[in-house]
């Protein structure tokens, strides 16, 4: 891979070809397959990185008698409110700097000591608290548990800290590196990518989890610190014009909250995107309850993981072509007319709501529903990325790609809350029977109606910028 000029360009030869370039950047196709090849290495370090505290750490403050406050607050509502404050603070400094190695792998590589150590110290986090405890003073009254437990909370907060400025530019970097015409089939084969490493990690490493969670940690975070760091010496960004001015002409923290906030959140065009985004995510919010509507309908839990491993393994061989679809006709028309046809098949879920089948009838129902199912959800998490990319300015991506989460979060926040209260309304009419989890597709088909109705506004508006372009790098 090279800057410009391009690699394969011979002498007295025309411009390089513009499929393969991106900004500054130009390839040759094995410089191209080089890219891939180390940004791929590069996902499934991270996704080793990234599966392991969720996965294993409940199960060790469980193990410690932890109470479940301190779980949820250690697992989802700190790292909930560090994403909400740092990540936007981290997209927006990161669009705009300007340094010898870009503007997104300096935030990789400053942060990869901390979060490498950060890892280390989780994994020895027991040995940890435990030395603690013996040196403190009696008169603490502190249990050699308790202290373990405040340990792990650390170092788990500082951990998530580091690890949002990679969380949060990572993604980001795909963007200002690869080429656009090949986004939909690079997208396909990091999910193929993430699909395996879930496989290597399910398969292989979690049964170990709660007997040598200190070997699991230090093998991820040296793996972590040599892929990451070969990733980012390897992959190369281009060079990026001036970082646009501050809308007050200022500097300083006040005034980029103005910028912020002002250029994210003043424009129709970017609220129909950010609400057709929230609204999709309500509506899968209730997707917890699912395995209770499964298992309401005479499915038991072998066959409840046979359903989800064959739709995964599915998944994972249609990712790359649906992809490459996504790369010949545009992500965002792709994705509008699957939610189109998507929204006449969803109603198939209500089957449950009218019929009572004998269990393996309702075992064979279930397949059929979920194969007829995965094309649409195939082509929807293939195009989703795309789109954002094709969609945003390329020179501000991850600011309005952090201000998507941000409404996108409270969304969830509040989706989740009342999809409980909607559950629980439904069990209170049926004299508390789990037959009320069969109502679970109607809060989907609603909110996915809600969320085609802003994906066909920004449609509309995305049509009209292309007969007038205006804004960053918004695309045909």
């Known amino acids: 891979m090279s800057s410009s000029p391009n690699s394969d360009t011979a002498a007295g030869s025309t411009l390089p070809d513009p499929r393969y370039t991106v900004g500054t950047l130009s390839y040759s196709k094995m410089g191209l397959a080089a890219l891939f090849g180390w940004l791929l ?108 437990v405040i340990c792990i909370g650390v170092f788990m907060v500082c951990f998530q800290f580091f690890n949002m400025f990679v969380s949060s530019v990572f993604w980001y970097l795909f963007n200002d590196v690869v080429p656009h015409a090949f986004l939909g089939r690079f997208l396909g084969l990091f999910r193929v990518v993430t699909g395996l490493q879930a496989m290597l990690y399910n398969f292989l490493i979690f049964k170990h989890a709660e007997t040598h969670m200190t070997e699991i940690y230090v093998g991820v975070s040296i793996l972590y610190a040599v892929g990451m760091g070969l990733m980012c010496l390897k992959v190369k960004e281009g060079e990026y014009p001036p ?44 997707g917890v309850f699912n395995v209770f509507l499964q298992k309401s309908i005479g499915l038991d839990l072998a066959q409840i993981g046979f359903i989800s491993g064959m739709v995964s393994g599915v998944n994972m061989l249609l990712t ?30 209500l089957i449950w709501l009218f019929f009572d089948f004998e269990p393996a009838i309702a075992f064979k129902v279930a397949i059929a529903i979920s194969i007829i199912n995965i094309p649409f959800g195939v082509l929807t998490e293939a195009m989703m ?9 390329r020179e501000r991506y991850g600011q309005f790609c ?75």
């Not at 790359?320 to 189109?340: E, Q, S």
């Not at 990325?385 to 300015?393: D, G, I």
Request: aromatic share 16%; glycine share 8%.
């Open 243 to 286: 970082p646009p001015p501050t809308v007050d002409g200022e500097s300083g923290f006040v005034s980029q909250v103005k910028t912020y906030f002002v250029e994210c959140y003043s424009k129709r065009y970017y609220w129909n995107f950010f609400f057709c985004n929230a609204c999709w995510s309500i509506a899968y919010t209730i």
């Open 402 to 476: 952090s201000a998507n989460a941000l409404v996108r979060s409270f969304g969830v926040i509040c989706g989740g809350f009342f999809a409980g209260l909607f559950i629980d309304a439904m069990k209170k009419i049926h004299n508390g029977s789990d037959y009320a989890y069969r109502f679970l597709p109607i809060w989907i088909i609603f909110w996915s109606g809600a969320a085609l109705f802003f994906l066909l506004l920004l449609y509309r508006d995305w049509k009209k910028q292309q007969e007038q372009p205006g804004e960053g790098n918004v695309e045909c």
């Open 320 to 349: 790359y072509p649906a992809g490459a679809l996504g790369d010949r006709f545009h992500p965002l028309r792709v994705l509008v007319w699957v939610k189109i046809i998507n929204l006449f098949f969803l109603p198939l879920s």
């Open 41 to 148: 290495w590069g996902d499934f370090c991270y996704q080793m990185m990234e599966v392991i505290t969720p996965s294993i750490i409940p199960l060790k403050l469980n193990h410690l008698d932890a109470p479940n406050w301190a779980i949820g607050l250690i697992i989802t509502t700190l790292p909930g409110v560090l994403n909400m404050t740092v990540c936007p603070w981290v997209s927006y400094t990161s669009d705009r700097h300007r340094g010898p190695r870009g503007r997104r792998i300096p935030f990789i590589l400053w942060t990869l000591p901390f979060v490498t150590l950060l890892l280390l110290l989780l994994g020895f986090s027991e040995q940890i608290g435990r030395a603690i405890h013996t040196a403190l003073p009696s008169s603490w009254g502190m249990s050699s548990t308790s202290v373990i």
């Open 385 to 393: 990325l795309p789109m954002y990319m094709r969609v945003l300015p």
